[in-house]
């Protein structure tokens, strides 16, 4: 359930919204002054918020400046009544998502949200997606490893196998435990695939002397990162 900041003074156009956001089952914190919901902005998350531009103890463009300057990854929209080309421009230059101008179906409000959440999110899931291991970066979505103007293509199984050991870096792990986790099963087939594998990723990661793969023979390995 996305979370929702609405600054709107207008008692009854404010209500409204909000009734109807929840029923498209997003939550609202409704607040009905620039400086209430800057407050609030302060104390909570938020995925997305609804500031109406003409509004008492703190304009919506101010709000909108104090929100960028504490947390610019947090998109929000305009509504307003001002429909002057200068007004839009000011709102847009402020980094907003939208501008939407009153009157205006509420239909078009849920819908612009729900668009601008699944653009923001996907943005969200590529910069989770890219780590940086020592020198390198990489990518589980595309599967690649890079390194300065070089790009190493990795198979599913390389890119699952770079996963565990970074999430396990710097401890033990046992050979059991990584086959049976990232393979399936712990028989000789699977530890032979496993070893052919491993040495592959000692060739990926052989340009960054801070980055090492040590076995212990007959316990496991350590995927080193000193940094």
């Known amino acids: 359930m996305a979370r929702v900041l609405l600054a709107e003074d207008d008692f009854d156009f404010g209500s409204?919204?909000?009734?109807?956001?929840?029923?498209?089952?997003?939550?609202?914190?409704?607040?009905?002054?620039?400086?209430?919901?800057?407050?609030?902005?302060?104390?909570?998350?938020?995925d997305i918020c609804v500031f109406d531009v003409m509004m008492p103890k703190m304009d919506g463009f101010t709000l909108a400046e104090k929100v960028v300057a504490l947390n610019p990854e947090v998109p929000f929209v305009f509504l307003t009544a001002k429909k002057l080309k200068e007004d839009r421009i000011t709102g847009l230059k402020l980094g907003a998502d939208d501008y939407i101008v009153k009157p205006f179906e509420a239909d078009i409000l849920v819908l612009r949200l729900k668009n601008i959440l699944k653009r923001?999110?996907?943005?969200?899931?590529?910069?989770?997606?890219?780590?940086?291991?020592?020198?390198?970066?990489f990518d589980s979505i595309n599967h690649k490893l890079l390194l300065g103007g070089q790009e190493q293509r990795l198979t599913e199984k390389e890119t699952v196998l770079i996963q565990y050991l970074y999430?396990?870096?710097?401890?033990?792990?046992?050979?059991e435990d990584l086959l049976k986790d990232v393979w399936g099963n712990d028989d000789f087939f699977s530890g032979r695939s496993m070893d052919v594998f491993i040495s592959r990723l000692r060739k990926y990661f052989k340009q960054d002397a801070t980055i090492a793969i040590e076995s212990v023979r007959g316990v496991g390995l350590t995927f080193k990162i000193n940094q």
Do not use: P
Request: hydrophobic share 35%; with cysteine.
């Open 167 to 175: 999430q396990n870096k710097n401890t033990m792990i046992k050979r």
């Open 16 to 46: 409204i919204l909000k009734q109807y956001l929840e029923i498209h089952e997003y939550q609202v914190t409704w607040a009905k002054d620039g400086k209430e919901a800057w407050d609030c902005f302060a104390k909570s998350d938020f």
């Open 120 to 137: 923001t999110q996907r943005i969200q899931a590529r910069k989770e997606a890219l780590s940086k291991i020592g020198k390198y970066e």
